[in-house]
T-cell receptor
């Protein structure tokens, strides 16, 4: 099973709302990622968790707050977003093997619109 | 030089044609390479991984040229369903979880 699931599929929120995006994988992968993708652009890395610890934060504004409750789950908490944050938010996971780069598997994404 | 570079296209080809895309990379130490396809408004899906000289899966062949630092993706007997954007992805380097994405090459297969 190479499936990563994400909920919700679509989300519309106002600039004062608080919402959360959820991601789940059951492949035993220990590295999980959040990406943001704008139309006609490649995905941009936001955060990486390795063994449930935050490994990379690509200078993402604090209105985005990641959380990794356990090895299968990854959340992205959203608060006070701006219209320019509207994008497709992709979760991905990969095996974590020392010194090796493994394929990432992506979830279907959450399409976020900020009004 | 960009870390990963692709021709954005679009490549418009008739059904049944053979088409090839190149992806150049700047880090000569890179050991693994990935091709993903991405349909409009969908997630990237892994098409092929390349760890040595190349890989083949049905109509798709990936070739690695380390001397010139590029990988190519060859699609034979193109189908309408092959229309998508093809992303070249290269890990940034040892000790990080960063993967560098090319800007993608758009393919349109025409009936």
């Amino acid at each position: 099973d190479t499936e990563v699931t994400q909920t919700p599929k679509h989300l519309v929120m106002g600039m004062t709302n608080k919402k959360s995006l959820k991601c789940e994988q059951h492949m035993g992968h220990r590295a999980m990622y959040w990406y943001k993708q704008k139309a006609k652009k490649p995905p941009e890395l936001m955060f990486v968790y390795s063994y449930e610890k935050l490994s990379i934060n690509e200078s993402v504004p604090s209105r985005f707050s990641p959380e990794c409750p356990n090895s299968s789950l990854l959340n992205l908490h959203l608060h006070a977003l701006q219209p320019e944050d509207s994008a497709l938010y992709l979760c991905a996971s990969s095996q974590e093997l020392q010194g090796a780069y493994n394929e990432q598997f992506f979830g279907p994404g959450t399409r976020l619109t900020v009004l | 030089r960009k870390e990963v570079e692709q021709d954005p296209g679009p490549f418009n080809v008739p059904e049944g044609a053979t088409v090839a895309f190149n992806c150049t990379y700047s880090n000569s130490a890179s050991q693994s390479f990935f091709w993903y396809r991405q349909d409009c408004r969908k997630e990237p899906k892994l098409l092929m991984s390349v760890y040595s000289s190349g890989n083949e899966d049905g109509r798709f062949t990936a070739q690695l040229n380390r001397a010139s630092q590029y990988i190519s993706l060859l699609i034979r007997d193109s189908k309408l369903s092959d229309s998508a954007t093809y992303l070249c992805v290269v890990p940034k380097g040892s000790g990080t979880y960063k993967y560098i994405f090319g800007t993608g090459t758009r393919l349109k297969v025409l009936a």
